[in-house]
T-cell receptor, first 110, second 116 residues
């Protein structure tokens, strides 16, 4: 089946540790995105990539890093520089007019 | 600057009734796209409907329709014959169309609860 997968579903991290969230899509979409959602809030854009080996910062990129070595994959690393990383993280991929989302990863910092 | 406003944090509706979720937007760009997404308790964002700023007719997808009033910068979602499974968060979103940076901005959402 075509779709977007994110792993893991739940992730726990100790303060000071980097952690990487996986996002894979088999929809043959060029563009991929990472969003952060805090409780009771909408989504905020962290990073996005329009094409392989290229990506741009979104509205809240500080403390995060990404790579786009393959069309299918867009991993997000939450670094120790991110002061408040506990949140729900959603990955999306899309065509010109629509974005489709994965099931999300819930990250908790202990 | 582009902005999406959803003024209803929560709504309760009786099953089988129609419901309208409000969304207003602000942009100075002539070309843009408007979306509605549904987010059930599982967390996944489900695409519902899309309206382009130059589309002459209101978008419809099954029980969902988008009441697009361009002059008022309004893009309300109408759900006909609501069902218990419609209970979820609903987000209105806007994309700046035509730029190399296809970013979407989201409103704060409306929590819809359907009563049996």
């Amino acid at each position: 089946d075509g779709g977007i997968t994110q792993s893991p579903k739940y992730l726990f991290r100790k303060e000071g540790q980097n952690v990487t969230l996986s996002c894979e899509q088999n929809l043959n979409h060029d563009a991929m995105y990472w969003y952060r959602q805090d409780p009771g809030q909408g989504l905020r854009l962290i990073y996005y990539s329009q094409i392989v080996n290229d990506f741009q910062k979104g509205d809240i990129a500080e403390g995060y890093s990404v790579s786009r070595e393959k069309k299918e994959s867009f991993p997000l690393t939450v670094t120790s520089a991110q002061k408040n990383p506990t949140a729900f993280y959603l990955c999306a991929s899309g065509l010109t007019d629509t974005q489709y989302f994965g099931p999300g990863t819930r990250l908790t910092v202990l | 600057a582009q902005k999406i406003t959803q003024t209803q944090p929560g709504m309760f509706v009786q099953e089988k009734e129609a419901v309208t979720l409000d969304c207003t937007y602000d942009t100075s760009d002539p070309s843009y796209g408007l979306f509605w997404y549904k987010q059930p308790s599982s967390g996944e964002m489900i695409f519902l409907i899309y309206q382009g700023s130059y589309d002459q007719q209101n978008a419809t997808e099954g029980r969902y329709s988008l009441n697009f009033q361009k002059a008022r910068k309004s893009a309300n979602l109408v759900i006909s014959a609501s069902q218990l499974g419609d209970s979820a968060m609903y987000f209105c979103a806007m994309k700046h169309r035509g730029s190399s940076a296809s970013k979407i901005i989201f409103g704060s959402g409306t929590r819809l609860s359907i009563r049996p």
